[in-house]
Each structure stands twice: as structure tokens, then as C-alpha cells.
């Protein structure tokens, strides 16, 4: 939906508005990865009794 939102405000020769909601996509793509990245890292961590600590 913003990717046609850019498209468009291109299309009518606002640069400086489609730089911002191409700016705006990009950082809510690199948010979500990091998201999902740490989301997939807490499922696959062991729970913590299963952790064994030094003596």
C-alpha cells in the first residue's frame, strides 16, 4: 500500500514526499526483520531450567 503511495507521489513529481515514505518503509522493514530475528532466537533458546551453571 505505501509502495503505491510512493509510486504515486513520484508520479506527480513530489520527490520530497516519497522520499519520506520510502524512508518510513525501510525502517519499518529493518524493525520487523529485527523483530523476527529475535522472536525466532527466544523460541529456539533453551528454557532456563534447562541451563546448567557453574559450581
Known sequence: ???VA???TIATGDL???SVILLFITVNTA???V???RAEQAVMAPPPCWR???R
Open 1 to 3: 500500500m505505501l509502495l
Open 35 to 37: 523483530q523476527e530475528v
Open 6 to 8: 510512493a509510486a504515486l
Open 52 to 54: 546448567t551453571s557453574p
Open 16 to 18: 520530497s514526499d516519497a
Open 31 to 33: 524493525v520487523g526483520v
